[in-house]
């Protein structure tokens, strides 16, 4: 196994590609602590994780609220002993087909405190424990907004172009005690989010014509945080099906 015995936190693990990227790393060997909102997913997805043979701890937090990340991040430590991965997964989109002259000022923040506050505050709070062990492993959900500017969607694109410049700036201080950190862009989609004429468009626009799902990023992860990528930091790594070429 890839992940034996490695500890890792996720945030945004309820649903979706968090949900995908915490049962990858179960089955890879690594133990867990599942961060997300709500608390009945976080329950439902442990089981599942004890299921293939790990532990799981569940704590409820909101990404944007720093004393709930810090004792979150307090418990994993006391729990495990270690943490050797975090992956940051937490994100909303917020509003979308919306030009900048009508987003609400308060809608912008939120996406910019989830997006961007939500990674800082649980990659602020794992690193001086990581530091100290001088190993560890940052990954950054993060998606192809990123990567060119995306009409009427500026809260959601801003908090994706800000992101890779937090992940470099990372990768820079925490390199020279052996913690990489790095970004994992996605484009996934799935039948029944869009009508199905957009969703066979968005199909057409792939290079390899079919869609990206949160498993595809789910083993991009995977990849990223494991022996076999520990010379790699600050990079971006793209899963998109080939849309962006």
């Given at each position: 196994m890839k992940l034996a015995d490695r500890i890792a936190i996720v945030t945004g693990a309820a649903k979706g590609m968090g949900r995908d990227i915490?049962?990858?790393?179960?089955?890879?060997?690594?133990?867990?602590?599942?961060?997300?909102?709500?608390?009945?997913?976080?329950?439902?997805?442990?089981?599942?994780?004890?299921?293939?043979?790990?532990?799981?701890?569940?704590?409820?937090?909101?990404?944007?609220?720093?004393?709930?990340v810090e004792r979150m991040v307090a418990r994993a430590r006391a729990t495990f002993g270690r943490i050797d991965i975090l992956v940051n997964a937490a994100g909303i989109t917020g509003p979308i087909e919306t030009p900048v002259w009508e987003i609400k000022a308060?809608?912008?923040?939120?996406?910019?405190?989830?997006?961007?506050?939500?990674?800082?505050?649980?990659?602020?709070?794992v690193l001086p424990g990581m530091i100290q062990q001088r190993s560890g492993k940052i990954v950054n959900i993060s998606g192809t907004s990123g990567l060119r500017g995306y009409k009427n969607r500026a809260a959601y694109s801003s908090s994706k172009w800000a992101l890779r410049g937090f992940t470099?700036?990372?990768?820079?201080?925490?390199?020279?005690?052996?913690?990489?950190?790095?970004?994992?862009?996605?484009?996934?989609?799935?039948?029944?989010?869009?009508?199905?004429?957009?969703?066979?468009?968005?199909?057409?626009?792939?290079?390899?014509?079919?869609?990206?799902?949160?498993?595809d990023i789910a083993n991009a992860v995977l990849f990223l945080v494991s022996d076999e990528a520990s010379n790699m930091t600050g990079q971006s790594v793209t899963v998109d099906g080939g849309w962006d070429v």
């Amino acid at each position: 196994m890839k992940l034996a015995d490695r500890i890792a936190i996720v945030t945004g693990a309820a649903k979706g590609m968090g949900r995908d990227i915490c049962l990858t790393l179960a089955r890879e060997g690594a133990h867990l602590t599942l961060a997300a909102r709500e608390p009945a997913p976080l329950e439902a997805l442990a089981r599942e994780v004890e299921a293939i043979g790990r532990r799981a701890l569940v704590v409820p937090t909101d990404v944007t609220d720093e004393p709930a990340v810090e004792r979150m991040v307090a418990r994993a430590r006391a729990t495990f002993g270690r943490i050797d991965i975090l992956v940051n997964a937490a994100g909303i989109t917020g509003p979308i087909e919306t030009p900048v002259w009508e987003i609400k000022a308060d809608d912008f923040d939120q996406v910019i405190a989830v997006n961007l506050r939500g990674t800082f505050l649980p990659t602020k709070h794992v690193l001086p424990g990581m530091i100290q062990q001088r190993s560890g492993k940052i990954v950054n959900i993060s998606g192809t907004s990123g990567l060119r500017g995306y009409k009427n969607r500026a809260a959601y694109s801003s908090s994706k172009w800000a992101l890779r410049g937090f992940t470099r700036t990372v990768a820079l201080e925490a390199g020279p005690y052996n913690v990489n950190d790095k970004l994992c862009r996605e484009k996934a989609r799935k039948r029944g989010w869009t009508p199905e004429r957009v969703y066979q468009e968005y199909v057409d626009e792939m290079a390899l014509k079919r869609v990206t799902i949160a498993q595809d990023i789910a083993n991009a992860v995977l990849f990223l945080v494991s022996d076999e990528a520990s010379n790699m930091t600050g990079q971006s790594v793209t899963v998109d099906g080939g849309w962006d070429v």
